[in-house]
């Protein structure tokens, strides 16, 4: 699993582990993701061990790949959820951010899906599952180089999915909404271009308050995305207000993007997701839960 160290990566590597599979946690930070399998490892009943692994390096992706398949004597799931939050208005934007954007969140998953996709057509069976975001899916102002990455991960792996199932190789692709990990506080990498407006944005704030003023836990959805893939779902998305806007979307695209620009011009730094903000009430959730299906 990339990205395994914090947030998404480590509650699906704890999940995992619960429930006595054999993890490997890889991440950039080579000396987290070790601090965090020691961790997980004395949840029990099964185990993690850690690589330092940057997912922009697709030779080190496919080395951890073979090396981890041979050590256990096959390789039944593939996560790859590496990522970065790339975003901020497009013309603050040079093209260095996009291209660290597209280097780790698509070419990343890229380098992952080369690496396990042939091991897992040798034995007959195996799933990759590739993390996107519910802005893979809606529209996503100010969040632009982010949403054209989780697009293209979503695009891949639901064209991935069509063509590997005759094969035994299942695909699912992950679309969350707002989740409460690390990466909401998280600057822009520090060697990249300085972007004003994302200096003086709360990302957490932006986020939470897009998500109906609560954000979902990194637990709860590492159990969603283990349900569905035991039941080998395409698409997994959440939490409600996710599949809500996502519902939306499918049912009146023009609609959405028009509720979308409206959020962007009265508020530039509001939309993370794009869409209009998720119902704060039960009965305005159920309305809407309504409307979209």
Same mark, same amino acid.
Request: glycine share 10%; proline share 6%.
């Given at each position: 699993?990339?990205?395994?160290?914090?947030?998404?990566?480590?509650?699906?590597? %704890?999940?995992?582990?619960?429930?006595?599979?054999?993890?490997?946690?890889?991440?950039?930070?080579?000396?987290?993701?070790?601090?965090?399998?020691?961790? &997980?490892?004395?949840?029990?009943?099964?185990?993690?061990?850690?690589?330092?692994?940057?997912?922009?390096?697709?030779?080190?992706?496919?080395?951890?790949?073979?090396?981890?398949?041979?050590?256990?004597?096959?390789?039944?799931?593939?996560?790859?959820?590496?990522?970065?939050?790339?975003?901020?208005?497009?013309?603050? &934007?040079?093209?260095?951010?996009?291209?660290?954007?597209?280097?780790?969140?698509?070419?990343?998953?890229?380098?992952?899906?080369?690496?396990?996709?042939?091991?897992?057509?040798?034995? @007959?069976?195996?799933?990759?599952?590739?993390?996107?975001?519910?802005? @893979? &899916?809606?529209?996503?102002?100010?969040?632009?180089?982010?949403?054209?990455?989780?697009?293209?991960?979503?695009?891949?792996?639901?064209? &991935?999915?069509?063509?590997?199932?005759?094969?035994?190789?299942?695909?699912?692709?992950?679309?969350?909404?707002?989740?409460?990990?690390?990466?909401?506080?998280?600057?822009?990498?520090?060697?990249?271009?300085?972007?004003?407006?994302?200096?003086?944005?709360?990302?957490?704030?932006?986020?939470?308050?897009?998500?109906?003023?609560?954000?979902?836990?990194?637990?709860?959805?590492?159990?969603?995305?283990?349900?569905?893939?035991?039941?080998?779902?395409?698409?997994?998305?959440?939490?409600?207000?996710?599949?809500?806007?996502?519902?939306?979307?499918?049912?009146?695209?023009?609609?959405?993007?028009?509720?979308?620009?409206?959020?962007?011009?009265?508020?530039?730094?509001?939309?993370?997701? @794009?869409?209009?903000?998720?119902?704060?009430? %039960?009965?305005?959730?159920?309305?809407?839960?309504?409307?979209?299906?």
């Amino acid at each position: 699993m990339t990205g395994g160290a914090s947030g998404i990566g480590r509650a699906l590597g %704890a999940a995992l582990v619960r429930r006595g599979d054999q993890v490997v946690l890889a991440d950039v930070d080579g000396a987290a993701a070790s601090e965090v399998a020691n961790q &997980l490892s004395a949840l029990g009943p099964g185990a993690a061990s850690a690589a330092a692994v940057d997912v922009r390096d697709a030779a080190a992706v496919a080395a951890l790949v073979t090396d981890t398949a041979g050590r256990h004597g096959r390789l039944d799931l593939m996560v790859n959820n590496a990522g970065l939050g790339i975003v901020g208005p497009v013309e603050e &934007l040079t093209p260095a951010h996009w291209d660290r954007a597209i280097d780790v969140n698509l070419r990343g998953v890229v380098h992952g899906v080369h690496a396990a996709y042939p091991v897992m057509l040798r034995q @007959g069976h195996g799933h990759i599952v590739n993390t996107a975001s519910l802005a @893979g &899916l809606v529209p996503a102002p100010g969040m632009a180089p982010y949403a054209m990455t989780k697009w293209g991960v979503v695009g891949l792996s639901l064209s &991935l999915r069509a063509e590997a199932a005759p094969r035994g190789v299942r695909v699912s692709v992950v679309c969350p909404g707002g989740v409460d990990t690390p990466i909401l506080d998280k600057a822009m990498p520090s060697d990249l271009p300085r972007v004003a407006t994302v200096e003086v944005t709360d990302t957490r704030a932006m986020i939470t308050k897009s998500s109906g003023g609560h954000l979902y836990s990194a637990d709860a959805l590492a159990a969603d995305v283990l349900r569905g893939v035991e039941r080998n779902r395409a698409v997994i998305v959440a939490p409600r207000e996710a599949r809500i806007k996502w519902r939306l979307m499918r049912l009146s695209p023009s609609l959405l993007m028009r509720l979308s620009a409206a959020m962007a011009a009265r508020d530039p730094a509001a939309g993370p997701s @794009g869409s209009p903000a998720a119902p704060t009430s %039960a009965a305005e959730t159920a309305e809407a839960d309504r409307s979209a299906s």
